[in-house]
C-alpha cells in the first residue's frame, strides 16, 4: 500500500497513463531534461510521436542524449523554439499536451515560464487537442513569478466552458513547502 499520496509529477504522469495511449501524437511544451519526453516516447509506443519544444539549446540537447540512450529518439520529433508558437509546428489534431512550467532543474534559473506567455501556449494547446484529448500542467509557486503564472492559469481554467471542458486541479492544501500543482484539462468527447 502506497505510504502517502501521489506526488504530483507522479500524478501527472499517472493521468498521462490512464488517457494517453500507443500510437498517439502528443507534445512536450517544455522539455526541459527530457523525462516527461521520454515518459510519453515510453507510452505511444512505435507508431506514436512526440513533439517536444523547449526554447533552451541546452535543454533540446539533454533530452536528445536522454533519448538517444533509451533509443527512443525516432518517436520524438524536437524543436528548439517558443511553445507559444506550437502552431506553426503543428495542425494536426493531438491526444495529449504536457507542461512542466518553470526553470530548467541544474539550469539558468532566470530563464522561466511566465504566466502571458504560458497562457497563450495553452490556449493554443487546447485549440489542437482532440475531443477526447487531454492537457496536463505541473505549475510551481514557489520561485519569483510562479505564484502569478499559477493564478493567470487558476483563472483561465476555471472559465472554461464546462460542457466542453473537465478541469481538475490536484493541489496539497497544508504543507509548509510549495509543492507543485497539477491542472489537468480533458477535453469532452463531442465537445
Ligand atoms: C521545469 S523545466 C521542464 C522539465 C521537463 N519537463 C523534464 O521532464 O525535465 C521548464 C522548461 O521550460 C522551458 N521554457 C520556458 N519558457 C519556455 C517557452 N516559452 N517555450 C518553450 N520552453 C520554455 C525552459 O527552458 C525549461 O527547460
Avoid at 493521468?15 to 511544451?29: C, F, P, R, Y
Avoid at 516527461?36 to 526554447?55: C, H, K, N, P, S
Avoid at 528548439?80 to 495529449?96: E, F, N, V
Avoid at 539550469?107 to 497563450?120: E, F, H, R
Wanted: net charge positive; aromatic share 6%; glycine share 12%.
Amino acid at each position: 500500500m502506497r505510504r502517502g499520496f501521489t506526488p504530483p509529477v507522479a500524478f501527472s504522469h499517472l493521468l498521462l497513463t490512464e488517457h494517453i495511449g500507443a500510437g498517439a501524437l502528443v507534445v512536450d511544451a517544455t522539455a526541459g531534461n527530457g523525462f516527461d519526453t521520454l515518459f510519453l516516447a515510453e507510452l505511444i509506443g512505435e507508431t506514436g510521436q512526440v513533439i517536444a519544444f523547449d526554447r533552451q539549446k541546452v535543454a533540446i540537447e539533454t533530452t536528445k542524449a536522454r533519448l538517444e540512450k533509451c533509443r527512443l529518439l525516432n518517436r520524438v520529433k524536437l524543436i528548439h523554439d517558443d511553445h507559444q508558437k506550437i502552431r506553426d509546428y503543428i495542425s494536426k489534431p493531438i491526444d495529449g499536451i504536457v507542461f512542466n512550467l518553470g526553470y530548467l532543474p541544474g539550469g539558468d534559473q532566470g530563464i522561466i515560464t511566465t504566466g502571458p506567455s504560458t497562457l497563450k501556449a495553452v490556449v493554443a494547446g487546447l485549440q489542437l487537442l482532440k475531443s477526447g484529448g487531454l492537457m496536463v500542467i505541473v505549475a510551481y509557486a514557489g520561485h519569483p513569478g510562479g505564484k502569478e503564472e499559477l493564478t493567470t492559469l487558476l483563472g483561465f481554467l476555471q472559465g472554461l466552458d464546462g460542457k466542453l471542458f473537465n478541469v481538475l486541479h490536484y493541489h496539497f492544501l497544508n504543507q509548509q513547502k510549495t509543492p507543485p500543482q497539477v491542472l489537468a484539462v480533458k477535453k469532452r468527447v463531442g465537445g
